[in-house]
Each structure stands twice: as C-alpha cells, then as structure tokens.
C-alpha cells in the first residue's frame, strides 16, 4: 500500500530519452538538462482550449543531423537536417503527448554561433518540442509571441537567460588598423 502512495504522488511527467548519437554522451549535464527541461514543458498548460493532462508523457530522441534530415525529409518534404523536430501523437493516445527529436550538430553549431552553452540551447529546443506537443504553434505573429513567452518563463525556471533577448555587441580592445580617408571637398 505505501509504495502505492508514494507512486500516486509523483505527479511529474513521464519523460523518456533516447540517445541516438554519442555524441550527446560528451557532457554528462547534457542530458539532465534536457530531461529537467522537458519535464518542466510537460508541466506548462496546453495551448488553447486543449485538455490540461495530469501526468503528461513524451519522448525524446537525442539524434544526428543524418538521422533527423531523414526525419526532415520525410515529414515535412525538406531535404536538410534542422534543430527540433516535434512529432505529436492523436488524442486518443493521452496522457501521450508524442516524439521529439534533436540534431546534435545543429543544436552544437547554433549554440556556437549564438555564443551560447549546447545545454542552455538544447533545453530551449526540448522546451519548443515539448510545446508543440501541448499545441503551441509559431505561424500567426500573436501564437508565436504566446510560445516564445512560455518558453522564456520555463527556461528562467531553469536559471537560462531568455534566449530571444538581443545579444549585446562586444567592444572591441584595439583600434582599426586602416586610418581613415581624408575628405575631398566639394568642388
């Protein structure tokens, strides 16, 4: 009877995390952070009049760019691999919420280029997937908003800055090596 209680309880969602590509395995925090990640997407409330689920359950496959360009390919008719995938599943399948996938080198690349950890990047795109899942879209210009400010509010409940804040340009230390063209006056 009481390890009955003690699995009532929980109340957090069912998160499974497949691991495709080892090259996920590189830092051990990676993987935690995605999972705390999604966990806490699972918990937000479903976009739109959509049911709110008591114990939300979803996947995610942790994968390679090869692997989600053939995902890419074949749903959605584009021949390149991309960051996220969201694959949800019917009604009928509740408490399922459905499949995420992740492109390491996308996610790694982006994290690079946005000068950002591949952990905090990672657990925005879980976020994103797992509100797909929960019907957040981004077409409409009010959805979007709607999306980016749960994802903002979910990512600050992981201690990670709002990743759609505007990156402050750097100054830069040394002066410009060409000296600068005289003017010519006007004749």
Known sequence: MTGHASRGASR???ISIIVEDPAWRRDDSLIRT????AHVAASAPPAGKAPR???PAA???LSSDEYVQQL????RKKKKPTNVLAFPALPQAAPYLGDVALAYAVVSREASEQGKSVAAHAAHLAIHGILHLLGYDHHRQLDARL???QEIMLLARLGIGNPYAPVPVRKRNFRNKLSPCPTTPVR
């Open 12 to 14: 957090r969602p069912e």
């Open 34 to 37: 995605i999972r705390r990640a």
């Open 53 to 55: 689920i008591e114990i």
């Open 59 to 61: 996947s995610l496959l």
């Open 72 to 75: 890419n390919a074949a749903f």
């Open 147 to 149: 999306m980016e400010n």
